[in-house]
Every structure is written in C-alpha cells, then in structure tokens.
C-alpha cells in the first residue's frame, strides 16, 4: 500500500482487498485478535503482529493435529491389517493342528515384533518428516511423536501375537481344531472360534 498513490482507483481496490482479507481473519479469529487491530487515517484495518502470529501459531497447531490424525489412522489400518493376517494365520493353524508348536508360536511373536520395530521407525519417520516441515514443530518433536505413534501400534500387535505364545493357548488352539475336526468347517463360527 505504502507503494501506492492515494485516491487513485489502484489505491482503493488494494485497501478493499486488504481490508477484505483483514475482516476474515477478524471473523475467523476474533476471539484471539479481540480489540488488537485499529484503522489508519486511509481506512486499512491494521491487526497487531502480536496478533497475526499467535494466529499463525494456531493455523500450525491445526496442521500439526491434522498430520498426526492421519499418522495414527494409517497405523490403525496397518495394525489391522496385522491382526487380521494373524487371525487368518490362527484358522490355518487351527485346520490343521498338527504340528502347531511354541516354535510357531514364537515365529508368530517374531513376526509381530518386527511389525513393531518397522511402525516405530515409519512413524519415527513421518513424524520428522512433518516436523521438519511445520517449523513450530521442529524435526525432532515430531519424531519423538512419530516414534512413539509407531511403537504404540506396533506394541500393539506385538502384544496381540504374545498371547498365542502361552501353552495354554496352544492347548486351546488344538483342542479348536479337533472341535473343528469333529463339527466340521461350517459348524464353527467366529465366536466360537
């Protein structure tokens, strides 16, 4: 504006657009700007720079939860995944018991364990990625969080596989499949099992 000649039509169609993108921002984050803006003698809103960058700080603070929504639903959908893998692992087990030892079960811990490692190290990946992107956040927050986002999931799985590692869940397992082997496959359902 400052370049500007005043009274020209160029001079009052910026001071519309600027006082245009001013009273949005008013509107949008009144609560934060409240009363921190004044009006020149040319009639351009001013809002505080103290304002303007604690409404800064909350756009990133939107970024940031939005990036870490989306980092823990695609660690859901992985440890989903895992758990329906290993549940279909478990039926294969269960029709055909012979041979289901703590061997295999400790196979299927292993199995887990390494989904763990590899979503603590995607999300410890992610997490520096959009760290390092949002400069509130910086890289290393982010993959602090990353991290931790990615271990949760994959302890998770983990500790989901680790149940089948107990005898007495192998004797269960089998004890299933002779049940299965005696009903037949469309005698067992889901809660059964």
Known sequence: MDDLVRGTAEFATQLASANDEA???LDSYGDIIGTRYSVDSDG???IDEEALEEVR????DKVVQAQGASIIANQEARDARIKANMTELNRKKIKSTEGFTGEDANRTGAVAAGGAAAGALTGLAIGAAVGSSVPVIGTLIGAGV???????GGGI???VSKN?????????????????TKKGA???TDDEI
């Open 164 to 180: 089948s590692e107990t005898e007495a869940e192998t004797e269960a397992l089998k004890t299933l499949g002779e049940e299965y």
């Open 57 to 60: 700080k909350k756009e990133a």
């Open 157 to 159: 799985a983990y500790g």
């Open 23 to 25: 009273l949005k921002l």
């Open 186 to 188: 469309s005698a067992l």
């Open 44 to 46: 351009l809103i001013k």
């Open 146 to 152: 990353g991290l931790l986002a990615g271990a949760v």
